[in-house]
């Protein structure tokens, strides 16, 4: 299984909702990352974590918050976002933190 | 102050042309030079290099990468109207990940 999943493909929410991002690999990798893609922009590395600890949080809002309750997993939970947080949020796993990185098919986030 | 500077940002070509795409990148931590290929969706990776001189190579596509001068190049051979996309370089460190700006291709039929 060398497939990154993601979940929702597709997101429309309010600036006072919460809502949570979803992100899986089973390949056995040990690092995930999130990333926030605005249109003809390269992907913006958010958060990265190294054996479900978190290493680099990239100067991020508080209102993305990241958790990695295992290997596996990866969530994004949003809370208060503005309409400029829209974007495709993507996931990305690899073995170790600098080696290639798998990507997930990304979320499409609209904020109303 | 870009540390991957990609160049050229855009580039238009008609099929069977050979292209060749440049990134730069500062040395600091280097660990691996990286390169994908992103269309409507995400990257999809097709090259990493850690090794100077090295060709990697995978049908039409070819990479190398040069540790001395700091950078490094994909070339593309025979285009097609499918490698149409935009080719992001990315350097990775021992704690960091750097993109460039990314090439957008045009392959005109």
């Known amino acids: 299984d060398t497939e990154v999943t993601q979940t929702p493909k597709h997101l429309v929410m309010g600036m006072t909702n919460k809502k949570s991002l979803k992100c899986e690999q089973h390949?056995?990798?040990?690092?995930m990352y999130w990333y926030k893609q605005k249109a003809k922009k390269p992907p913006e590395l958010m958060f990265v974590?190294?054996?479900?600890?978190?290493?680099i949080n990239e100067s991020v809002p508080s209102r993305f918050s990241p958790e990695c309750p295992n290997s596996s997993l990866l969530n994004l939970h949003l809370h208060a976002l503005q309409p400029e947080d829209s974007a495709l949020y993507l996931c990305a796993s690899s073995q170790a933190n600098s080696g290639e990185q798998y990507f997930g098919p990304g979320t499409r986030l609209t904020v109303t | 102050e870009d540390k991957v500077v990609q160049s050229p940002l855009s580039l238009v070509v008609h099929e069977g042309d050979t292209v060749t795409l440049n990134c730069s990148y500062e040395v600091t931590n280097f660990r691996s030079l990286l390169w994908y290929k992103q269309e409507k969706k995400a990257p999809t990776f097709l090259f990493m290099l850690?090794?100077?001189?090295i060709e990697k190579k995978s049908g039409r596509l070819s990479s190398i990468l040069d540790k001395k001068e700091l950078f490094s190049i994909l070339n593309i051979t025979a285009t097609q109207t499918g490698d149409s996309a935009v080719y992001l370089c990315v350097q990775t460190g021992a704690n960091n990940l750097f993109f460039g700006t990314g090439t957008r291709l045009t392959v005109i039929p």
């Open positions: 974590y190294s054996y479900e600890k978190l290493s």
């Open positions: 850690t090794s100077s001189g």
């Open positions: 390949m056995g990798h040990r690092a």
